[in-house]
T-cell receptor, first 115, second 115 residues
């Protein structure tokens, strides 16, 4: 079956530091890959996505590149802000043999940014 | 511009009680999902629906029931609540079953405690 593995948190950084959150996956077929962000007390929000190998998703200064050869989709940001403090989820969907798209989420990585 | 609305936001149940978690979306999405999120864990799919009148089990359906009588509403029913059902529940919807283009829209969640 499909699976998503994320680095364990919390990740604690100072403002303006460089961020990397690792994500690797196992999937059948050709999955689409996503990063979602969850701010305290809220639901998940789509942050960025990539649908095929070598695609780069980007949004709000965050980037992630779909690496098929290493089955990875690491999230990066060059300079984090306090407002980026949240939980980040890596996720994938792929077409199952039954013809449906059932998403698989990682465990989430908590990011804490200090002023 | 409501998106996905979940009620209630918080609830405490006694063991053996039952309740319904409400989920409504106003985006005319055919596809709807119920997830539970346990501390330190990713999201687990409970049930999903591909349209009015059609539902199917996800990864962890035991102890839950759903119905989909309209496109807008997808309530989740807990019968005979157990402490193991203490969790945060998220409802989500998508425009297409393949979320590659649009991703999922999540509600803000229901925090349920069973004592």
């Amino acid at each position: 079956g499909n699976s998503v593995t994320q680095m364990e948190g919390p990740v604690t950084l100072s403002e303006e530091a460089f961020l990397t959150i690792n994500c690797t996956y196992t999937a059948t077929g050709y999955p689409s890959l996503f990063w979602y962000v969850q701010y305290p007390g809220e639901g998940l929000q789509l942050l960025l996505k990539a649908t095929k190998a070598d695609d780069k998703g980007s949004n709000k200064g965050f980037e992630a590149t779909y690496r098929k050869e290493t089955t990875s989709f690491h999230l990066e940001k060059g300079s984090v802000q306090v407002s980026d403090s949240a939980v980040y989820f890596c996720a994938l969907t792929s077409l199952s043999s039954g013809g449906s798209y059932i998403p698989t989420f990682g465990r989430g990585t908590s990011l804490i940014v200090h002023p | 511009n409501a998106g996905v609305t979940q009620t209630p936001k918080f609830r405490i149940l006694k063991i053996g009680q039952s309740m319904t978690l409400q989920c409504t979306q106003d985006m005319n999405h055919n596809y709807m999902y119920w997830y539970r999120q346990d501390p330190g864990m990713g999201l687990k799919l409970i049930y999903y629906s591909v349209g009015a009148g059609i539902t199917d089990k996800g990864e962890v359906p035991n102890g839950y029931n759903v119905s989909r009588s309209t496109t807008e509403d997808f309530p989740l029913r807990l019968e005979l609540a157990a402490p193991s059902q203490t969790s945060v529940y998220f409802c989500a919807s998508s425009y297409r079953q393949d979320p590659s283009s649009y991703g999922y829209t999540f509600g803000s969640g229901t925090r349920l405690t069973v004592v």
